[in-house]
């Protein structure tokens, strides 16, 4: 039984189109992630069922009688509408903001700024060289005292055969070389 008649009750049948309109309306809105707070998307989707729901009563199962007409069906979708275009405005500044603080290159002669915006912190990120490794001895301060270097052993000895590198001296073969050329005496005896 379809009670929608726009020649007999214009009013009336507006009424339950524009009643399913809004409620299929604010149902999508609270469906879609578009920026709203999950609390407004669960209202949205109750209200917007809510709506249906008595869409489908006027049209289908009233026989007559009083019927209530409620003005926030009108008032209500438009108002959410608004607001998530806003959250997704918001959003997408958001974004472009992040974006933009992550794309400016650090520049370590900038003067500190303590109400610059931070970065999130990212574990994985690479650690610069410079970085303080945990567990390793910190540093002194600039224009701290240098302490005085404790002395070191002597170098190892080299290896059997060979010698230790002497810039200045051309290299000489090594006895169990097997590739090493021989070298004619400096100053022959004759």
């Known amino acids: 039984?379809?009670?929608?008649?726009?020649?007999?009750?214009?009013?009336?049948?507006?009424?339950v189109?524009?009643?399913?309109l809004s409620g299929v309306i604010m149902v999508a809105l609270g469906a879609a992630a578009g920026g709203l707070?999950?609390?407004?998307?669960v209202l949205n989707v109750v209200l917007g069922l809510g709506f249906l729901g008595y869409a489908y009563y006027?049209?289908?199962?009233f026989e007559g009688g009083t019927?209530?007409?409620?003005?926030?069906?009108?008032?209500?979708?438009?108002?959410?509408?608004?607001?998530?275009?806003k959250?997704?405005?918001?959003?997408?500044?958001?974004?472009?903001?992040?974006?933009?603080?992550?794309?400016?290159?650090?520049?370590?002669?900038?003067?500190?700024?303590?109400n610059a915006p931070q970065a999130p912190f990212n574990p994985?990120?690479?650690?610069?060289?410079?970085?303080?490794?945990?567990?390793?001895?910190?540093?002194?301060?600039?224009?701290?005292?240098?302490?005085p270097v404790a002395p070191q052993a002597a170098p190892p000895a080299p290896p059997q055969g060979g010698a230790p590198y002497?810039?200045?001296?051309?290299?000489q073969p090594v006895a169990d070389n097997p590739y090493a050329q021989p070298q004619p005496p400096q100053n022959p005896v004759g």
């Open 1 to 15: 039984m379809n009670n929608l008649d726009f020649s007999a009750e214009p009013l009336f049948s507006w009424y």
């Open 58 to 61: 006027l049209a289908f199962v």
């Open 37 to 41: 707070k999950v609390g407004l998307r």
């Open 166 to 171: 002497q810039p200045g001296v051309p290299p």
């Open 124 to 147: 994985n990120a690479p650690q610069a060289p410079y970085a303080q490794q945990p567990g390793a001895p910190v540093p002194p301060p600039a224009g701290a005292p240098v302490p």
């Open 17 to 20: 189109v524009l009643l399913a």
């Open 67 to 85: 019927y209530y007409i409620f003005f926030k069906v009108f008032i209500l979708p438009v108002g959410m509408i608004v607001a998530s275009v």
């Open 87 to 114: 959250a997704l405005v918001e959003r997408g500044n958001a974004k472009q903001q992040q974006s933009a603080q992550a794309a400016a290159a650090f520049n370590p002669n900038a003067p500190f700024n303590p």
